[in-house]
Structure formats: structure tokens, C-alpha cells
């Protein structure tokens, strides 16, 4: 099943399915290319069988059956090579950057190229529902603690980039991730990482992770999200600024009692200082993220309403600046709900 299709699914148990393809990823994650580690994979896969379901000899069988239709196909292809390098690559990484004595640059540039190469590949077949909890189930997750932390921020960014598309709409793994205790690492990632890619991957993990998944969301807020969300919205990085945009609009959509929290924190002072800095591209972004706040909350209108701020003046301006350009439609209508909402309120207040 493909990410764009909708679909239902329990994420209250893990699926007890095996398939085809769940083999296929073993031979490239989990095999070395000896025959003893062949044999061992074989008995612990039937092992593990057994464990699910003492009754299902007839499945066992079959997937013993896939399982070397896949390894002889793959043999005759040359496959050698290639499970050497999915099998190892990875987690030979963690011990090699420990050794006391170090390779050299040009070896490890290959290395490091092989393990990008792999990750690159795991995140395109993950692209599959399926293979994405194919992949949890075989233990592909045991990987994140190694390239989260690895000195190659290339191979930081990539294994963020896997875990996203892992998480993508997909409640299975949203439960697995949060449950293996990834998230507080993420967010750290997104706070101290020097690697301006590196953040806005953890970022884009992130909201892959929290969106319409609510236990995530609350797990985000509790290791002080907001506040670091905030904290990129102050760099340089426009990518990190319409990412953080974005995931402030979708939890406040999701959840109103967010707004509160956000509102407590001084989120319209932030926010209109962005705006008020020379028009750029991810005004658009930050526009919608305070319009959602002010819809239908009446602290956060509050607070857009104070003479000191001159929200209005600077909605009146930016609705003067971009009126007329097809490129910043949906700023300019942003602005104009703004400044109808705040006006109306304004009125009202003082009619009453």
C-alpha cells in the first residue's frame, strides 16, 4: 500500500502478518554474507514463529519456502556484495567511530558514502506502508540510536529523513517510534544540532511523528516543543521557519487547548516580529500559523488588539504590499481575515 492512499489501521496491537517482502529486508539488514548466519536467521525466523502463533505451521512453512526463493534469486544476481553492505554498513559504523586508530579520509568517505547510499535506499522501500512495519518488526529500528548520533551529519540527516517517511501517515509506526522513546532525541536534534539540514529533518521527523497522532503531540509539548519551536523560528533558515510554521498551525488545528499554551507564552509578539521584519518568503507560513491561533480564541484576539503592538497598521500595510501579486494570494487573504477578525472584535468591544 503506497502513502497517498487512505487506509485503516489498529494501532492498539502490532499485525501478526508475515510477508513476501518482510524477507527480502532481512537479507539486507539483518544477514551477514556467511552460510552459518543464513542457517541461523532461517531457525530464529521459524523460532519467532512459533512465538506468535503455535498453530500456524502452514504459514511457517510458506515463509520458509519465500525466504529461500528469495535468497537463491538474490544469490544468482551477485547479491554477496550487496548484503554485505545492508547488513553491515550500518551498524559497523558505531564501532569503527570508536577505534582509537582512524582509517583513512578516503576509506572512510567510502564508508560513510555506503551507509548513505543504504539509508537512501531503506527510505524509498519504506515509501510502502507495508515495508515500513516490515521494517520495525524485523528490528530495522535498532539502527536510529547509531545514525542519530553519528559525527556525519549526511548520515544524521538521511536516517531522520528514513524515520520521517517511516512515521508518514502511518499509525503503526507513530506508535512504535513514540514508544521506543525517540521523540525526546528528535527535539534535542532540533535544538543543539550545528547542521541546519540536519534541524530541519528532525523538524520534518517531527511533524510527521505528532501530526493526528495526539499522544505525540502531548509527548512533543512536555519536553518543551513550543519553546524550541519557537527558538527556530528565530534562525536564518527559511526552510526551519515555514516547517515550524506549519507544525504550529496543524497542532493548533488539532487541539485548541494549545492556543492557550501558546498565547501564555507570548506567541502574537513573536510572531508580528516576524512580520514586521522586510517582506520575505515564509511570511505566508507565519500568517497562517497567527491566524489560526486568533480563530475562535479570544485571549489571542485580545492580545493582537493591543495599541502597542499595531497589528492592524501592519496588516493594513502588508494587505497594500501584496494585493494584486497571484504569488502572494493566500498572504493577502490571510491578512484580510486577520484584520476583519480583529476589527470586528474591536468594534464590538467598544459598542458594548
Not at 79 to 96: G, L, M, T, Y
Not at 159 to 186: H, K, R, S, W
Not at 304 to 329: F, M, S, T, W
Request: some cysteine; charged content about 30%.
Amino acid at each position: 500500500m503506497k502513502r497517498g492512499r487512505a487506509r485503516s489501521c489498529k494501532t492498539e496491537t502490532l499485525p501478526k502478518s508475515s510477508r513476501p517482502k518482510l524477507e527480502l529486508l532481512s537479507l539486507f539488514l539483518l544477514m551477514d554474507s556467511s552460510p552459518m548466519c543464513t542457517h541461523r536467521l532461517d531457525h530464529e525466523y521459524v523460532a519467532r514463529e512459533d512465538r506468535l502463533d503455535a498453530s500456524c505451521v502452514t504459514t511457517r512453512m510458506c515463509a520458509k519456502k519465500v525466504w529461500l526463493r528469495t535468497n537463491n534469486a538474490y544469490k544468482k544476481r551477485e547479491v554477496k556484495e550487496v548484503r554485505w553492505k545492508k547488513a553491515r554498513i550500518i551498524k559497523e559504523e558505531k564501532s569503527k567511530s570508536q577505534k582509537t586508530v582512524v582509517a583513512g579520509v578516503s576509506e572512510q568517505k567510502k564508508e560513510y558514502t555506503q551507509a548513505i547510499n543504504c539509508l537512501e535506499e531503506l527510505r524509498d522501500w519504506c515509501e510502502e506502508i507495508d515495508l515500513a512495519v516490515d521494517f520495525h518488526k524485523i528490528g530495522g529500528f535498532s539502527i536510529f540510536p547509531i545514525v542519530l548520533q553519528h559525527p556525519d551529519s549526511d548520515i544524521r540527516w538521511r536516517g531522520l529523513d528514513l524515520m520521517a517517511t517511516l512515521v508518514q501517515n502511518n499509525p503503526y509506526c507513530q506508535v512504535a517510534i513514540l514508544q521506543e522513546g525517540f521523540l525526546p532525541q528528535i527535539v534535542t536534534i532540533l535544538d543543539k544540532d550545528p547542521d541546519p539540514i540536519t534541524r530541519t529533518k528532525a523538524l520534518y521527523a517531527i511533524s510527521c511523528l505528532v501530526r493526528t497522532y495526539e499522544p505525540a503531540q502531548e509527548e512533543f509539548v512536555k519536553h518543551d516543543g513550543f519553546s524550541i519551536l519557537l527558538k527556530a523560528m528565530q534562525s536564518n533558515v527559511e526552510k526551519l521557519k515555514v516547517k515550524a510554521s506549519f507544525l504550529l498551525t496543524t497542532m493548533c488545528s488539532s487541539n485548541t487547548k494549545y492556543k492557550d499554551t501558546l498565547c501564555a507564552m507570548g506567541i502574537v509578539e513573536q510572531l508580528l516580529s516576524h512580520l514586521m521584519q522586510d517582506h520575505q518568503q515564509e511570511h505566508e507560513h507565519i500568517m497562517a500559523a497567527l491566524l489560526c491561533l486568533v480563530r475562535d480564541h479570544l485571549p489571542t484576539q485580545a492580545q493582537c488588539r493591543r495599541p502597542e503592538l499595531n497589528l492592524k497598521g501592519v496588516l493594513q500595510q502588508r494587505i497594500k504590499a501584496v494585493d494584486g501579486k497571484d504569488e502572494h494570494r493566500e498572504e493577502f487573504e490571510y491578512a484580510q481575515e486577520l484584520l476583519r477578525i480583529i476589527s470586528e472584535d474591536g468594534e464590538e468591544e467598544g459598542q458594548r
